[in-house]
């Protein structure tokens, strides 16, 4: 946690900001702060700076006041994600991941190798999201929350969707078949959609190509996942 | 193990290599390969392609024969990877991820912000840490072995070693004060030095600078070590 997170939610009154359960944690525990000390912190959506710590009483939880907030959060990545949902355990580092890295619009969507099982999941929670996205805005010190959507029917994203994301933007297939390598530090806006572990199947790939995009591949060395993501990331927007 | 890595020290006769216990599960329980099933194989630090699978009998463990070994193993990264040691829970998948993406040559170095216990870990061990290194080759389908070093103490290192690793290559110390931006797709070779989680002292940064290493940033977004490495490498080397 490199930063605390401050929910405009979670105001106890002009300028004061109650601490959730995990915050008031990592400052007692790790920071180990006492009253008065200044913390780095940000407002949720909002800018980043530092703030002074009261500690919880008998009343009230901890909470952080006097907020000075003069930086602005990171620049985004110009990117729409669209990932077929991975494996649960994977999912909550891939997201916290790609969170740090400052994806800011997410879809995961279903495709024919995507187990129904993963749809059950509890991390598809949405407040179990949502705690995974803050945790990659902790890790990085960012403060914008990404949107998100579940997309459990691949085919109506794909025909109806799609095409409206896509407009003036460059859409990429990470696909490894017949493929150009993809492009380096592209200074443009793109929708980037990743594969399943099984891969996309037939179908599914014409129906990408049919909309407009193209596939892309990353050379011959087979990736994990979460390599993949950051290599594909930092290629296309590396500064 | 998208890649069957025979060792040229565990042949049974000409043309003909054993399986490791690992390799046989593999094979018995993933690919569930019968007799005469043709596999995909490489031999160590030499070329890749096909070979015919015998299963185990009660005289010889399963082999591969008739090797037809056509491809080249991927190009490597021109670089040499100098890693503050990682705690031992990261240093597995650590190992495995920067061979996958081609890391040849590696130095594990000690600092004043590495625990001295790391240095016990059984995972130091050399058959582990080249397990590790083997279960990179086989994801990444490369056969070509990484050598490797570890370096318990900073200093000799840093004044007597370094000095010639860094003949004709840029020298790049990852570490975000006083930096400038880490430089996009160099093609040429470098030596990269990777801090602790705790960061290198002033002393050390000192000894870095002094020697010719240059200190580079990722830009505000603070990373995880299992996603900056692949950034770094991404970034340095996108091609």
Known sequence: MNLILLDPENTLGT????LTDRQQTHVSKVIKAQQGDVLRVGVLN???GEGIYEPPSDHQPG?????????????????????????????????????????????????????K??????????????????????QAKDTLMPKWSLIPRF????????????????GLLAHPYLAKPCPINIQEPCVLAL??????????????????????????RILKVETVVPVLLSRLYPA
Chains 1, 2 share one sequence.
């Open 15 to 18: 300028d004061r900001y109650a």
């Open 46 to 48: 909002g800018k980043i």
């Open 63 to 115: 909470y952080i006041h006097s907020l000075n907030l003069s930086l602005s959060a990171p620049e985004p990545l110009p990117i729409i994600l669209v990932m077929a949902l991975p494996r649960p355990n994977m999912l909550k580092r891939t997201l916290q991941n790609i969170t740090a890295m400052g994806v800011k619009e997410l879809y995961l969507i279903h495709s024919a190798k995507v187990e």
């Open 117 to 138: 099982s993963y749809w059950q999941s509890p991390v598809l929670q949405t407040d179990s999201i949502n705690e995974c996205l803050m945790q990659g805005l902790e």
């Open 155 to 170: 085919r109506p994203f794909v025909e109806d969707q799609l095409p409206d994301l896509l407009e003036n933007k460059m």
């Open 195 to 220: 594969k399943p572990e099984g891969g996309w199947n037939e179908f599914e790939v014409s129906k990408w190509l049919e909309v407009g995009m193209e596939s892309v591949h990353l050379g011959e």
